[in-house]
């Protein structure tokens, strides 16, 4: 640890995650400076918010800001998955207080970007970092230039953040990135003016239509008039595809004109924008945390778009990574159980997500099996159907229920369970369940089972008040016969009370 008397965070990547983590850090008295390396505003896929940003943004003090922009206000999905269609309109099936927006992310990351500013928090934009310095396994140092200068600065902190999104800055590092196999998808979309939703859809609502070919499309309207319209489809369908078109372009084009569902929704609409593509984003880090540094947001893992997870989890990670640091730099609580509470909290939301979207994908075993499922990874709310469970999963709410201690931590055994399926299933030909085929994921695992529930530490919530983080409620005699021994993170030795 360093010796100064007010210890400095560095956030690497002025994302939703990186600006979350600094605005709440920032607002906690933490000395906070944020290395981006773009000048924002700068363009970003990913408009699509789920509810539970709402109550993040209104803790980390930039809620005002957004809501005065204006964006469409959005208030479910409308799905046509396979033979189904599902209509998950969060005010009835959650309530009126559900809602979110679909945002223009170069201005809602701006805004974000300037908020952690405004709380506080030094923003150095144009600030790339090229190399991390560390004492054993801790890091202590950044090396970073700014763009057309090629002098290398250094700066020191006492704890770091990685906020870098998909370069993933400590993860490649580290060499601790692992690719979803069957996640193996390309993205292609554009912008459209004119173009409409299904009319049954909830305001502002997602529309994500399924192909027979095994993709889906996005169909998301923005506040100018403008719809993002994407294409998602296995990376070695869209090489065959891509074969026999001259370019992405006319990829785009022509599994729009495939699909009778989306030319209904695009009649009369004209495309505004060049066609983009991203491809195989989806991965998981080994490890969220260590001495030193936690990983938010993208830099740590990545799900397919299909439940519109990124930004949620990356506030969401954001939020909580803040909680745990802000809490062990005032010394109430030690570093290893401060990142052993954020590895598992969010690695358990992460995880929920990869199993529900990974069974969207195996194969069309329908809604009732999937709204079944969502009621077994969750701490089921009074009088609630399967489905309102799926759709308050889906909203973000669990994770942010579970957090504030609004929700039990119910389902932990399914939640894991799915993991090692998913991480462990055999390489099977042809079947979408090759995931982690063949790797010994049980390093992971050891150390993501429920940490809390093993150690005297009792039940941890997040709290604002009196003061932002962790509150931990000691367990009663009665509970602490009933649980196990310690399973921790193996940071132990290096890790050192701040
Ligand atoms: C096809 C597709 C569709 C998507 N659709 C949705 C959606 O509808 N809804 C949704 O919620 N999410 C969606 N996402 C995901 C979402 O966009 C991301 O999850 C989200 O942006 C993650 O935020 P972040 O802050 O972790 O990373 P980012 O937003 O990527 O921010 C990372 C920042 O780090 C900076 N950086 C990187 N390296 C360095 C460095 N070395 N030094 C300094 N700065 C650095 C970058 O410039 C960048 O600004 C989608 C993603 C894809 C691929």
Same mark, same amino acid.
């Given at each position: 640890m360093?010796?100064?008397?007010?210890?400095?965070?560095?956030?690497?990547?002025?994302g939703?995650?990186?600006?979350t983590a600094a605005?709440?850090l920032?607002?906690s008295?933490?000395e906070?400076?944020?290395?981006?390396?773009?000048t924002?505003?700068r363009?970003?896929?990913g408009e699509?918010?789920?509810a539970?940003?709402l109550s993040?943004?209104?803790?980390?003090?930039?809620?005002?800001?957004?809501?005065a922009?204006?964006?469409q206000?959005?208030?479910g999905?409308y799905?046509?998955?396979?033979n189904?269609?599902?209509?998950l309109d969060?005010?009835k099936?959650?309530?009126a207080?559900a809602?979110?927006?679909?945002?223009?992310?170069?201005v809602?990351?701006d805004?974000?970007?300037r908020?952690?500013?405004?709380?506080?928090a030094?923003?150095?934009?144009?600030a790339k970092?090229?190399d991390?310095v560390?004492d054993?396994e801790r890091?202590?140092?950044a090396?970073?230039?700014?763009?057309?200068?090629d002098?290398?600065r250094?700066?020191?902190?006492?704890?770091?953040?990685?906020a870098t999104?998909?370069?993933g800055?400590?993860a490649k590092?580290f060499?601790?990135?692992?690719?979803?196999?069957?996640?193996?998808n390309?993205?292609?979309?554009s912008?459209?003016k004119?173009a409409?939703?299904h009319?049954?859809?909830?305001?502002?609502?997602?529309?994500?239509?399924s192909?027979?070919e095994?993709?889906?499309?996005?169909n998301?309207?923005?506040s100018d008039?403008?719809n993002?319209?994407g294409?998602?489809?296995p990376t070695r369908?869209a090489?065959?595809k891509l074969?026999?078109?001259d370019?992405?372009?006319?990829f785009y084009?022509?599994?729009?004109q495939?699909s009778?569902?989306?030319l209904d929704?695009l009649?009369?609409a004209?495309?505004?924008?060049?066609?983009?593509a991203?491809?195989?984003?989806?991965y998981?880090a080994?490890?969220f945390c260590?001495?030193? +540094?936690?990983?938010?947001?993208?830099a740590?893992?990545?799900?397919?778009?299909?439940l519109?997870?990124?930004?949620?989890?990356?506030? +969401?990670s954001?939020l909580v990574?803040?909680?745990a640091?802000t809490?062990?730099?005032r010394?109430?609580?030690?570093?290893?159980?401060a990142?052993? +509470?954020?590895?598992?909290?969010?690695?358990r939301?992460?995880t929920r997500?990869?199993?529900l979207?990974?069974?969207?994908y195996?194969h069309y075993?329908g809604?009732?099996e999937?709204?079944?499922?969502?009621h077994?990874?969750?701490?089921?709310?009074?009088?609630?159907s399967?489905?309102?469970?799926f759709t308050?999963?889906?909203?973000?709410?669990t994770?942010?229920?579970e957090?504030?201690g609004e929700?039990?931590?119910?389902?932990?055994?399914?939640?894991?369970a799915e993991a090692?399926?998913?991480h462990?299933?055999p390489d099977t030909e042809?079947?979408?369940?090759? +995931?982690?085929?063949?790797?010994?994921?049980s390093?992971?695992w050891?150390?993501w089972?429920?940490?809390?529930?093993?150690t005297?530490?009792g039940?941890?919530?997040?709290?604002?008040?009196?003061?932002?983080?962790?509150?931990?409620?000691?367990r009663?005699?009665?509970?602490?016969?009933?649980?196990?021994?310690p399973?921790l993170p193996?940071?132990d030795?290096?890790a050192?009370?701040?």
């Amino acid at each position: 640890m360093g010796t100064r008397e007010n210890p400095h965070v560095l956030v690497v990547g002025g994302g939703p995650s990186g600006s979350t983590a600094a605005a709440l850090l920032a607002r906690s008295g933490v000395e906070v400076t944020v290395l981006e390396r773009d000048t924002f505003p700068r363009y970003h896929i990913g408009e699509s918010l789920l509810a539970s940003c709402l109550s993040t943004l209104q803790v980390s003090g930039a809620y005002e800001k957004v809501a005065a922009h204006g964006f469409q206000i959005k208030r479910g999905g409308y799905f046509q998955w396979q033979n189904d269609t599902w209509l998950l309109d969060w005010s009835k099936l959650v309530d009126a207080e559900a809602w979110s927006w679909q945002v223009d992310r170069a201005v809602f990351d701006d805004l974000l970007l300037r908020n952690a500013s405004d709380q506080g928090a030094k923003v150095i934009e144009r600030a790339k970092v090229t190399d991390i310095v560390f004492d054993g396994e801790r890091p202590i140092a950044a090396e970073w230039v700014a763009a057309g200068d090629d002098t290398v600065r250094t700066i020191e902190f006492d704890f770091l953040v990685d906020a870098t999104g998909r370069d993933g800055l400590l993860a490649k590092h580290f060499g601790m990135r692992r690719q979803h196999p069957a996640f193996r998808n390309v993205a292609v979309w554009s912008y459209w003016k004119g173009a409409s939703l299904h009319p049954d859809s909830p305001e502002g609502a997602i529309n994500v239509v399924s192909t027979e070919e095994g993709g889906w499309f996005w169909n998301i309207p923005l506040s100018d008039g403008r719809n993002s319209v994407g294409y998602v489809v296995p990376t070695r369908l869209a090489a065959e595809k891509l074969r026999g078109h001259d370019s992405r372009q006319s990829f785009y084009l022509d599994s729009i004109q495939a699909s009778k569902r989306m030319l209904d929704m695009l009649e009369g609409a004209e495309r505004i924008s060049d066609v983009q593509a991203e491809q195989d984003y989806s991965y998981v880090a080994d490890r969220f945390c260590g001495p030193g +540094y936690a990983l938010v947001g993208d830099a740590a893992c990545f799900l397919d778009p299909l439940l519109s997870t990124g930004v949620h989890l990356a506030t +969401y990670s954001g939020l909580v990574s803040a909680a745990a640091i802000t809490t062990m730099l005032r010394g109430e609580m030690s570093e290893t159980d401060a990142l052993a +509470y954020y590895e598992y909290t969010y690695r358990r939301g992460y995880t929920r997500f990869l199993s529900l979207v990974s069974r969207m994908y195996e194969h069309y075993i329908g809604s009732d099996e999937y709204f079944a499922h969502a009621h077994r990874l969750t701490d089921v709310h009074d009088g609630d159907s399967p489905e309102q469970s799926f759709t308050r999963i889906m909203a973000g709410l669990t994770d942010v229920g579970e957090t504030t201690g609004e929700q039990d931590r119910t389902g932990t055994d399914v939640i894991v369970a799915e993991a090692e399926r998913l991480h462990t299933a055999p390489d099977t030909e042809g079947v979408n369940v090759k +995931y982690m085929g063949g790797l010994d994921m049980s390093p992971v695992w050891d150390h993501w089972r429920d940490p809390l529930s093993d150690t005297d530490m009792g039940e941890i919530r997040i709290t604002t008040e009196p003061v932002f983080g962790l509150t931990t409620r000691p367990r009663t005699d009665a509970e602490r016969d009933a649980v196990t021994r310690p399973v921790l993170p193996p940071h132990d030795g290096a890790a050192a009370a701040l």
